[in-house]
């Protein structure tokens, strides 16, 4: 495994910009032992049948020899190859033995043990840079398990490190580290995988898709309805009626009754009801998703945020009234399995709010509702605010911390606002199964959204 490859340069949203360079004088992280000992995917571990260490008759080794050059055996929790017609002791098993021929290793989730790279290059974020997973540059598309999902960009690393810098996912498909070392995310650093108003975060969708998208507002002549929140793990916020005509809000994305089991991205808000009016307010886009599998320790001091996007405000009445507010984006996914965690960091999927709805026509546009990232810890994301008088309601808030379900969009004489988006999914995984030991601070950090469960090992 090559000891460390640094990022010292900012990689453009095309991929066209290399993920990092060689830099042979940087410190490298905490020492760790190679997750296999040999060469190859840590699915090609398995001795040949002819190796003389597996079952079966041994074959003629000739005297004085063991064993066949260049054969592996798992013995007394460490790995060893055959030189010379002899067993040499190579890299300690992490997870002790799993057969005689092989280590045991921590099954990542969602994608394939194989592709786990042992020889992969260490990778340290050391300045502001982004990381494109449409072009997946460094990395590989693939399906996951799960048939029904989608395809994510897998970036196997041997260490992981994030300085006190942003990181930057943008693209179209989730992301997945699959760490054969340490991974480390410095005080001070952050993984941004949020959506903004309209834009999806990596593997997000946009307003009226995903799995639990909010629903389209009413129009019935002069009253329109606000769209209604995107839900995931946390349910959205049904969006507001217009009273004078009875134009209903737009129906709340649902949340899951249990943690689902694949990567998923957060869901859209509902556009707005425009009935006078040529352009409806859009519902915001959902989070993103991010899973860091790390064959070791994962040590988290630093923030990785995946919250929904903000509703857009009932369009402006240049003629006569016309827009309820657009639903808030759902929070997206964050998970997290190593065999131990150690959480001193904050991770938050907060949904977005729901815009506000116009007022009558000599007012102005409801104002956007409020990204779920753009309060950067643990505070509901607001609601735009209402275009002017009881004529357009203001957008409700999005879900947050315990309060997982986005806000109900207020009810407006002619137009409603927008529903609040719902939280998104935290999941950590770690051979103890228990809630990782620290002070880290979780958004959602109730029900559903907050999910914690055993590693699983092979």
């Known amino acids: 495994m090559s000891w460390l490859l640094v990022v010292s340069c900012e990689l453009d949203r095309s991929g066209s910009a290399p993920l990092g360079s060689a830099d042979p004088d940087a410190t490298p ?63 300690a098993c992490t997870f002790g033995c799993a057969d005689g021929s092989r280590c045991r290793i921590l099954v ?76 480390l995310l410095d005080a001070g650093s952050t993984i941004a995988l949020s959506a903004r108003g309209a834009s999806p975060g990596p593997g997000g969708h946009p307003s ?17 309805g606000g769209g209604g929140g995107g839900g995931l793990c946390g349910a959205g916020g049904r969006g507001g009626d217009g009273l004078d005509y009875g134009a209903l809000g737009g129906l709340a994305g649902f949340s899951f009754g249990s943690f689902p089991g694949r990567l998923l991205g957060g869901s859209g808000g509902g556009n707005g009801g425009s009935a006078t009016g040529p352009i409806a307010a859009r519902g915001g886009a959902g989070g993103g998703a991010l899973q860091i599998t790390s064959q070791a320790t994962i040590t988290l001091r630093g923030r990785i945020l995946a919250g929904g996007g903000g509703g857009e405000g009932g369009a402006r009445p ?16 964050i998970f997290l399995e190593a065999d131990v965690i150690l959480d001193e960091g904050l991770y938050a999927g907060t949904g977005g709010g729901g815009g506000g709805g116009s007022a009558s026509n000599d007012g102005t546009a409801g104002g956007p509702g409020f990204d779920g990232e753009s309060q950067g810890d643990l505070v509901a994301a607001p609601g735009g605010l209402s275009g002017g008088g009881t004529y357009g309601a203001p957008g409700g808030a999005g879900g947050a911390d315990n309060r997982t379900a986005g806000a109900t969009g207020p009810n407006g004489q002619g137009n409603g606002g927008g529903g609040g988006g719902g939280t998104g999914c935290i999941t950590f995984r770690t051979r103890s199964g228990e809630l990782p030991p620290g002070p880290g601070q979780t958004s959602p950090s109730f029900g559903v959204g907050f999910h914690w469960a055993p590693a699983q090992y092979r």
């Open 318 to 333: 240049e003629v006569s009234d016309t827009g309820a507010g657009g639903g808030g984006g759902s929070g997206g996914m």
């Open 208 to 224: 009226g898709f995903g799995a639990n998208p909010g629903g389209i507002g009413g129009e019935v002549e002069g009253s329109d």
């Open 29 to 91: 992280p905490a020492s760790v032992p190679d997750a296999s000992g040999v060469d190859g995917s840590l699915d090609d571990l398995d001795a040949s049948a002819d190796s003389g260490s597996g079952p079966g008759p041994r074959p003629d080794l000739g005297p004085g020899r063991e064993c066949t050059d260049g054969a592996m055996r798992c013995a007394s929790d460490r790995l060893e190859r055959c030189t010379s017609g002899r067993w040499e002791a190579g890299t």
């Open 108 to 183: 990542p989730s969602n994608v394939s043990p194989g592709l786990v790279d042992p020889r992969a290059a260490d990778l340290v974020i050391d300045r502001p840079s982004v990381i494109d997973t449409t072009s997946c540059t460094g990395g590989r598309m693939e399906p996951q398990l799960d048939a029904s999902a989608s395809a994510v960009c897998v970036l196997p690393v041997g260490r992981f490190r994030v300085g006190p810098v942003e990181l930057a996912i943008t693209g179209r498909y989730p992301l997945v580290i699959l760490a054969a070392g340490d991974v």
